[in-house]
């Protein structure tokens, strides 16, 4: 079955930076787009960043100038580099990427999230 593990959350002081990373696995005929959503205590989840191929690129506002997603195609891998990080961007981060497997057409996955928390 078809995986996502994030990794790379943690505790950052404001203005800081931290590098996720989130590798899909399993029986993966072709991804069409990878991204990543977060979702803050009481909020729901929001989007922060998506990639379609390795260089088509969709940000959320908030992020604009500070996140930067990428993608390594071979690797099934989708990263978000996140700078100048405020307390606000303190969420549960989640991957997300849709997969069409060797056995069923295009689906969206999940992954289980990696906490990131903003504070001095």
């Known amino acids: 079955q078809v995986q996502l593990v994030e990794s790379g959350g943690g505790l950052v002081q404001p203005g800081g930076s931290l590098r996720l990373s989130c590798a899909a696995s399993g029986p993966i005929r072709e991804i069409n787009y990878m991204g990543w959503y977060r979702q803050a205590p009481g909020e729901e989840r929001k989007l922060v960043a998506t990639?379609?191929?390795?260089?088509?690129?969709n940000y959320a506002d908030s992020v604009k100038g500070r996140f930067t997603i990428s993608r390594d195609i071979a690797r099934n891998t989708v990263y978000l580099q996140m700078n100048s990080l405020k307390p606000e961007d303190t969420a549960v981060y989640y991957c997300t990427a849709r997969i069409a497997t060797f056995r069923y057409g295009e689906m969206n996955y999940w992954g289980k999230g990696t906490l990131v928390t903003v504070s001095s």
């Open positions: 990639i379609t191929g390795s260089i088509t690129t």
